[in-house]
């Protein structure tokens, strides 16, 4: 079953099985958190309304990413029609994730949701989050068991990974098609992160997808980011390129905006033109400064998913779960369409990601 979340864009498809006020300002600015507004630390709401109020937690792993922001700005939204509060927390460890339930605890929260720093803190969260009484939700990333299994009892909401990878994949040989780019002076990179399920579904997708449209398999190279951020991928994308000098064009694909952004960094750091180069990335959301730029960067696209719209429905799923029992589909997955310099500005605002 499919439920649209917004028209012509991102759908969840559903798989359902049965399955004080002082205080929290403190505990806020002590744990980097905001809630109900976009400054960390922002004071609690003092008003009679707001006591008595459900408060959700929602944690993601690299507040700094826009996507996060996005996803905690869809929360809001859900926060704000349903009458809850969200306390929002930064948390790029798993001690931040431990005192985070501690905090949410204490601050007499009934649930969070979470995109985890490490998908194998998943046992740990889920005994901490049961000592404490706290529904969770895992949103993005999703937890691993000590058997290296996903842990299916935890309901998740996640990207349709593999499709949005092909989906990549795809495009960026539509477009090397397009610019009639001669294949044997072509490469094909493609920034990894094998140690997260998503991410190297999204990869292998778009490694699957270009082979089958018939791209050699001997020009896709790998280059395994270490850190799953701008530098990180620069720094491996920068190897992959000088140990291939004969390459005259580049494809890029990564994980998320983010490893492309770093990917075509290391292209200009090397001198590659901008036609030169042609990276798609993932999200939609990290890469509106760059496709805003007046000249063009190798940054030619990406899959855009929506971020406030997976933030709105896990923090929806969890209120109903916390108020009234309903328990979550345990698996709902989203999909992407494709934004590029032409039509971002007009498919963000159509999807209400941008005013
Ligand atoms: C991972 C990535 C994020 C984003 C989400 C989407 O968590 O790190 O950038 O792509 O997946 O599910």
Sequence with gaps: MAIALAPGLPHFTMKFRPVFCSLLAALCVLAGCSKG???????????????????????????EEPWFQFEWKGAEKAAAQYGFEVIKLGVPDGEKVMAAIDNLAALGAKGFVICT?????????????????????????????????????????????TEIGESVGHALFAEMKRRQWPVEETGFCVVTFIELDTARKRTDGAIAAIKAAGFPAHR????????????????????????????????????????????????????????????????????????????????????????????????????????????????????????????????????????
């Design 37 to 63: 507004s976009d400054r960390p630390g922002a004071a609690s709401d003092t008003s009679g309304a707001a006591k008595g109020r459900i408060k959700l937690g929602f944690l993601v792993k690299q507040p």
């Design 117 to 161: 720093p490490d998908v194998r803190l998943g046992p740990g969260i889920v005994t901490q989050a049961r000592r404490r009484n706290l529904k969770v939700i895992a949103v993005d990333d999703q937890f691993v068991g000590p058997d290296g299994k996903f842990m299916a009892e935890v309901p998740y909401l996640g990207m349709s990974a």
């Design 220 to 355: 896709i190279f790998t280059a395994p980011q270490k850190t799953t951020d701008v530098p990180g991928s620069f720094d491996a994308a920068n190897i992959l390129l000088t140990q291939h000098p004969e390459v005259k064009r580049w494809l890029i694909a990564a994980l998320n905006d983010t490893g492309v952004l770093g990917a075509v960094r290391a292209t200009e750091g090397r001198g590659f033109a901008p036609e030169n180069v042609i990276g798609i990335g993932i999200n939609g959301t990290d890469c509106i400064d760059e496709l805003r730029k007046q000249k063009p960067t190798g940054f030619f696209g990406s899959m855009l998913v929506s971020a406030p719209g997976e933030g709105f429905r896990t923090a929806e799923l969890l209120y109903h779960w916390v108020k009234d029992g309903t328990a979550p589909p345990v698996d709902t997955r989203t999909t992407g369409i494709f934004i590029t310099r032409e039509n971002f500005e007009q498919i963000l605002r159509r999807e209400g990601i941008i005013p």
